[in-house]
């Protein structure tokens, strides 16, 4: 059934905007691990996913996000909720092709161990990999559709196979083997469209149980319908009963593995300033222009990292120092 407060008309109509269905696809993603119903295991705890969703900042300070709040290394604490903020995130990795930009603040120190190198390298691989399947599929969807609970678990599940709308605007186009977007989040493969006059007697010929699951009369189900459609435009228009199956393949999947290398590439980074941390050689608090007063260790060879004084932000890693570095945008 159509989500409370959308004009059942038509539906929405191909291509899928990348921007328009991330952060649906990415809520979708974190609450369905929460709930155990994603299929396969994000490597998330429940806690985190819900700090990501959480829209209360002092409600989530107790979550510890180990990862910066987009590509920039040195935005600081990002605003709530943080899934907004990450899929931004997903969205340029998966624009660009890459986990490393050339705008990320990130030192060399990061890729000379060679085993770190080999991991940037397979994460690329697979940012660009993922990235382009994702977009290859939004690509290939032609209709969107929105439906409210419980009918859009029920499409989920799979208990739910027939989706019931008035023959009206672009519904006429849907055929067999059309994808179609529910939710901006589940992917299914329409089987077949077929004609009625009413939604009585779609019911009738379909089955309760695979239109309305846990709707126990025809009466109860025609007045379901009847908060969407007035009989008078049922019965100038008709009925399509959209006969639905799930793929295999589902855009939230493939999000879902960009989202478990994205958190191994946050790892990486805070394994690098564990490195400098532990070698540390130089440490100092000064004043650094534009951020003030700042935290700031070094190695022995240069390179470093900054906090605010007060160490509630991470502003960004450090290079060695140069002759001209201003002029080589050298991070200082």
Same mark, same amino acid.
């Not at 990320?104 to 085993?115: A, K, Y």
């Not at 390298?121 to 993922?130: D, V």
């Not at 189900?221 to 319908?225: E, L, S």
């Not at 393949?249 to 593995?257: C, E, F, G, I, T």
């Given at each position: 059934?159509?989500?409370?407060?959308v004009?059942p008309?038509?539906?929405g109509?191909?291509?899928?905007?990348?921007?328009?269905?991330?952060e649906?696809?990415?809520?979708?993603?974190?609450?369905s691990?929460?709930?155990g119903?994603l299929?396969f295991?994000?490597?998330l705890?429940p806690?985190?996913c819900?700090?990501l969703? *959480?829209?209360?900042?002092?409600?989530?300070?107790?979550? *510890?996000?180990?990862?910066?709040?987009?590509?920039d290394?040195?935005e600081g604490?990002?605003?709530?909720?943080?899934?907004k903020?990450?899929?931004?995130?997903?969205?340029?990795?998966?624009?660009?092709?890459?986990?490393?930009?050339?705008s990320?603040?990130?030192?060399?120190?990061?890729? +000379?161990?060679?085993?770190l190198?080999?991991?940037k390298?397979? %994460?690329?691989?697979?940012?660009?990999?993922?990235?382009?399947?994702l977009l290859?599929?939004?690509?290939?969807i032609?209709f969107?559709?929105?439906?409210q609970?419980?009918?859009f678990?029920?499409?989920?599940?799979?208990?739910?196979?027939?989706e019931?709308r008035?023959?009206?605007?672009?519904?006429n186009?849907?055929q067999?083997?059309?994808?179609?977007?529910? *939710?901006?989040?589940?992917?299914?493969?329409v089987?077949?469209?077929?004609?009625?006059?009413?939604?009585?007697?779609?019911?009738?010929?379909?089955t309760?149980?695979?239109?309305?699951p846990?709707?126990?009369?025809?009466?109860e189900?025609?007045?379901?319908?009847r908060?969407f459609y007035?009989?008078?435009?049922?019965?100038?228009n008709?009925?399509?009963?959209?006969s639905?199956?799930?793929?295999a393949?589902?855009?939230?999947?493939?999000?879902?593995?960009v989202?478990?290398?994205?958190?191994?590439?946050?790892?990486?980074?805070n394994?690098v300033?564990?490195?400098?941390?532990?070698?540390c050689? %130089?440490?100092?608090?000064?004043?650094?222009q534009?951020?003030?007063a700042?935290f +700031?260790i070094?190695?022995?060879?240069?390179y470093?990292?900054? %906090?605010?004084?007060?160490g509630?932000?991470?502003?960004?890693?450090?290079?060695?120092y140069m002759v *001209?570095?201003h002029?080589?945008k %050298?991070?200082?």
């Open positions: 059934m159509e989500e409370s407060g004009n008309t038509s539906p109509v191909s291509p899928v905007q990348l921007n328009d269905c991330l649906d696809l990415l809520k979708f993603i974190l609450q691990s929460i709930n119903t299929g295991n994000l490597g705890s806690d985190f819900s700090g969703l *959480n829209h209360d900042d002092h409600n989530a300070e107790h979550v *510890n996000h180990p990862f910066p709040s987009s590509n290394f040195s604490v990002p605003s709530h909720p943080l899934y903020k990450f899929a931004s995130a997903l969205q340029q990795c998966i624009i660009s092709g890459s986990f490393f930009s050339s990320e603040n990130v030192p060399e120190l990061l890729f +000379e161990d060679e085993s190198q080999d991991m390298i397979q %994460w690329n691989e697979l940012i660009s990999q993922k990235g382009s399947e290859h599929m939004l690509n290939s032609k969107e559709l929105h439906v609970e419980p009918y678990s029920q499409l989920k599940d799979g208990m739910k196979t027939v019931g008035c023959a009206v605007g672009n519904y186009r849907i067999s083997g059309d994808l179609v977007f529910f *939710n901006k989040c589940l992917m299914l493969e089987q077949d469209v077929r004609h009625y006059s009413s939604f009585l007697e779609m019911l009738e010929a379909e309760l149980k695979v239109v309305l846990g709707v126990l009369t025809f009466e189900g025609v007045k379901i319908y908060n007035t009989e008078e435009k049922e019965q100038s008709g009925v399509l009963a959209i639905v199956d799930r793929p393949s589902q855009p939230y999947a493939v999000l879902s593995d989202i478990m290398a994205n958190f191994n590439k946050n790892q990486l980074a394994e300033i564990t490195r400098i941390i532990g070698h050689q %130089w440490l100092n608090v000064h004043i650094v534009p951020h003030g700042v +700031e070094r190695n022995s060879q240069g470093g990292a900054r %906090w605010s004084a007060d509630t932000k991470f502003i960004g890693f450090l290079e060695p *001209n570095g002029l080589k %050298w991070r200082h």
